[in-house]
């Protein structure tokens, strides 16, 4: 089902790379990134709970890809974490240990992560309203380190 109210607000958006946005409606019980994503790969919602842990275990086993990021990068990550601590690394470990649960709302390490778990390119899209700045980071492509699918999946914050 087309999401009507979220229809108007990427309307006049045309991603880069030129697909048109139809945004779909999901259950909206902080668990929004992974229904998406298991509506996007499995055709239904049902999936998210695998794919909330199969995030999780990809920032866990590969931590030091998302810590490594370009300095700005990361310092933005850190400064815009709900879970922001001393230094980048207890952000992240804090950002991990949120998302175990069920109904926690995920940030963009952990559409980074979805990229590679599901070896596809992923457009995050952010609406033109508020911040150009906040809109930098998180309307842009994500790209696995192994590329396996020729889809790109589309997110819509």
Not at 24 to 48: E, M, W, Y
Request: hydrophobic share 40%.
């Amino acid at each position: 089902e087309v999401d009507t109210l979220a229809l108007e607000l990427v309307r006049d958006l045309t991603p880069s790379s030129g697909l048109l946005l139809y945004p779909i409606k999901t259950v909206g019980d902080g668990n929004c990134v992974p229904r998406a994503l298991s509506l996007l790969c499995f055709g239904d919602q049902d999936h998210h709970t695998e794919i909330r842990c199969r995030i999780v275990m990809e920032l866990v086993s590969n931590s030091l890809d998302y810590l490594c990021l370009d300095d700005p990068e990361l310092e933005f990550l850190v400064q815009h974490s709900e879970c922001m601590a001393l230094n980048a690394e207890e952000t992240f470990q804090n950002e991990v240990l949120k998302v175990c649960h069920r109904s926690s709302y995920m940030g963009i390490w952990q559409i980074m992560a979805a990229a590679n778990v599901s070896q596809a390119q992923i457009l995050s899209v952010y609406p033109s309203r508020g911040a150009s700045l906040v809109r930098r980071f998180y309307d842009r492509t994500f790209v696995p380190r192994e590329l396996k699918s020729t889809h790109t999946l589309c997110l819509l914050w």
